[in-house]
């Protein structure tokens, strides 16, 4: 995480990425039973698709602007597909359907550094890539995300899918604010 947060460079972000997704893999699947290993894969399958997203849009930034610097993501269809892979990474709607599968598989200890540790590198990419983000896509994903949050959290009776699901909400609160006021983005993320 500490990586991926200080770094200027696409490719030390995207390697602190993978640390961070490899890091967690093996804590998920310490139960042996079938669904720990389950929620293990899917974690794995979906954060290696967003990261292959996040190098790729960083790639294609790169060969249109001629560096690989993070806050200059200036090619549109780049910070588009950079916008869908965080959202991927961190849980937004419409991407958010492997948490409340991953954290029901998990320990209700690593579903708790899930929903939050986890969602620190990917919360610094948005902090420091702002500026060229999509805000439309960004304030679409976010209240819809509020919106799946708030109503999948109704009909649950386990308390790691609605711990799922008000990370949902939660994340679709901050990635709208984001757009207006990054410093409540941050000061909501502590909290």
């Known amino acids: 995480t500490i990586i991926t947060m200080t770094s200027h460079h696409w490719l030390m972000a995207w390697a602190g990425l993978e640390i961070n997704t490899l890091a967690i893999i093996p804590i998920i699947a310490t139960t042996h039973n079938p669904r720990a290993t389950e929620a293990a894969m899917k974690y794995f399958l979906t954060q290696a698709m967003a990261s292959a997203m996040i190098l790729f849009s960083s790639t294609i930034n790169a060969w249109q602007t ?73 304030i679409f994903m976010g209240v819809l995300s509020t919106i799946v949050g708030g109503w999948g959290g109704l009909n649950q009776t386990q308390s790691r899918k609605i711990m799922a699901y008000s990370s949902i909400a939660h994340l679709g609160w901050m990635a709208s604010i984001s757009t207006i006021m990054m410093n409540l983005m941050i000061f909501n993320l502590m909290i």
């Open 66 to 138: 001629g560096t690989w610097d993070i806050i200059n993501m200036t090619y549109p269809p780049a910070h588009i597909m950079l916008t869908m892979a965080l959202a991927m990474k961190l849980g937004l709607a419409p991407a958010h359907f492997w948490l409340p599968e991953v954290l029901q598989g998990s320990t209700m200890v690593m579903a708790l550094i899930i929903v939050t540790w986890q969602k620190l590198a990917p919360m610094t990419l948005i902090y420091l890539t702002i500026n060229n983000l999509s805000p439309t896509i960004l």
